[in-house]
């Protein structure tokens, strides 16, 4: 009778300690998920030490293909197509962007996402890559709260959840975001490392793209690798 009542006990005790160390380690807005594989978005502002330094520890990049930014993509991409690459778009592609695309797709052995936030993102044969499975779309809708952000991979969409209002302005002319913004159903979360986080998010969340405008913090981030 003791033994059976010990070994209640320890069962209930282990129970117990996972609950706790689960409820411990759930993540907020802003930190990543347990499963969650962290990038880095970069732009030709990103130091090259920095750049060198991510490549090293193996962290993947985030980037906004447009034709303006073609010198510095020139003269980064074979450091930019190292490991998962996820390239924000603007629809239509020029041909420009369309061949640094295929050229980062290349390099990166396909291993790229393709996010569409802006344009005409409804008409996939302006911005997608017939080699490229992984494409997104995120677009602003009107709402009867106001307007709302959402995340769609085919028929699948999700819902942002943003940390503040000054969230409103994400994903508008640029692919940043201004604190946090967690899509759970699509398992994407975008940060600003510049702010303070403290709004908690789902640990469905896989991919968590990071922003800063400030290389110390970019720095920092690379030294840790969250």
Request: hydrophobic share 40%.
């Amino acid at each position: 009778m003791n033994i059976n009542r010990m070994s209640l006990f320890i069962a209930a005790s282990v129970v117990i300690f996972f609950q706790l160390g689960a409820q411990s380690i759930k993540p907020k807005l802003g930190e990543p998920p347990v499963k969650s594989t962290p990038y880095l978005f970069i732009d030709d502002k990103t130091p090259a030490y920095i750049m060198k330094s991510a490549i090293e520890k193996k962290i993947n990049f985030a980037m906004y293909l447009q034709s303006s930014d073609a010198g510095w993509i020139r003269k980064n991409i074979d450091n930019i197509g190292r490991g998962s690459l996820l390239i924000f778009v603007k629809s239509p592609v020029s041909e420009l962007e369309k061949g640094y695309l295929d050229e980062l797709a290349k390099i990166s052995e396909y291993k790229v996402t393709l996010v569409c936030f802006s344009g005409s993102c409804k008409k996939e044969a302006d911005w997608t890559h017939p080699l490229i499975k992984n494409n997104y779309t995120i677009e602003w809708k009107k709402g009867k709260n106001g307007e709302e952000i959402f995340m769609k991979k085919g028929k699948l969409v999700s819902k942002g959840s943003m940390l503040s209002a000054t969230d409103m302005k994400d994903f508008r002319e640029n692919p940043t975001v201004n604190g946090a913004v967690s899509f759970k159903e699509t398992g994407f979360s975008f940060v600003s490392l510049d702010e303070e986080i403290t709004k908690k998010t789902s640990a469905d969340v896989w991919i968590t793209v990071y922003y800063s405008k400030s290389e110390k913090k970019i720095k920092e981030f690379v030294e840790k690798k969250i």
